[in-house]
């Protein structure tokens, strides 16, 4: 049996991706293969799972030497279970850039592409194997690609991402458009959520120069809500170095999806400099707005700087 699985702190495209390439395997190879998910779901992607009719994958608690597994939406080592390398990996599914690390003992078959989501790329070849995508499983990858554009709002964002969300509609027959504003209500409610759970619910681990960040981002639609408890995500956050002691700090983001600005945490000496140095802006208070800025991925890692 064959496990699918995307990176920590799951996202609808990690998790979307890793069911729709397990029922691709399930229908069309001979493979027998299962979703699993790297931790807990944020809102939105147990919104997406409930409205199309699918269960939350399984936690992968233990990978044990030399399983089978198919990697999607990630290929960093450090996204992945610690034991990863000792697995048998057959493919990896991926839009992020190459980061090094991963190792196997034989050839895989690896697909890598300058798009804005993994599901983007898993229909480009279900449709070179001349594959017929039934109406549940087109709208798990229709929310991913609208999940990871944050609605063709992200600079991401290709010209092929939307057409292939237009061609997902219609199998799916949803108003994409219509259904974005859904999704993005559902991720915004995070009242579920402890303030140490914000933190990891999106978050990936940088170096920048000598230091070695958390990044963490909050898409929502409604920043007033993230930015009311403050005082307790700042708590959490000193929490968190202590515990996790191989970071120096956390830069918590949150993103406002309708004004496509992004406000970040800077409670910090270290968050204050880097955040400064970084977008050359001057930090003089425990937060900053930061215009235009929505990707973690194409526009906050790749400036992060000391």
Request: charged share 20%; glycine share 4%.
């Amino acid at each position: 049996m064959v496990k699918v699985f995307g990176h920590l702190s799951p996202d609808t495209d990690a998790t979307c991706s890793a069911i729709v390439w397990a029922w691709y395997l399930n229908e069309h190879t001979a493979h027998e293969a299962t979703p699993f998910v790297l931790g807990e779901l944020n809102s939105e992607t147990s919104f997406v799972l409930n409205r199309f009719g699918f269960s939350v994958p399984e936690l992968l608690v233990e990978l044990a030497a030399k399983d089978e597994v198919i990697i999607v939406d990630t290929n960093n080592p450090q996204e992945l279970p610690t034991n990863i390398n000792e697995a048998n990996i057959l493919q990896i599914i991926d839009h992020h850039k190459l980061v090094g690390g991963l190792t196997t003992d034989s050839p895989i078959d690896i697909t890598i592409r300058p798009l804005a989501c993994t599901a983007t790329i898993q229909y480009d070849l279900m449709m070179q194997a001349g594959v017929t995508i039934p109406a549940n499983i087109a709208g798990l990858m229709m929310s991913a690609i609208l999940s990871d554009t944050l609605g063709f709002r992200s600079p991401t964002t290709t010209p092929h991402d939307k057409d292939v969300v237009e061609k997902l509609a219609m199998i799916a027959g949803t108003d994409h458009l219509a259904y974005a504003e859904e999704m993005f209500a559902a991720k915004s409610d995070v009242s579920g959520f402890t303030d140490s759970g914000l933190i990891k619910l999106d978050s990936k681990k940088f170096e920048v120069g000598d230091k070695n960040f958390r990044v963490s981002v909050i898409e929502t639609t409604t920043p007033a809500t993230i930015l009311a408890r403050q005082a307790g995500i700042i708590e959490a956050i000193k929490a968190c170095v202590t515990e996790e002691g191989d970071i120096d700090d956390v830069l918590f983001f949150i993103v406002d999806i309708l004004n496509e600005e992004a406000t970040v945490l800077t409670y910090s000496d270290l968050t204050k400099q880097v955040i400064s140095s970084s977008f050359e802006v001057e930090v003089t208070t425990d937060t900053e707005v930061l215009p235009g800025i929505v990707s973690r991925k194409k526009q906050i890692v790749p400036a992060l700087k000391l």
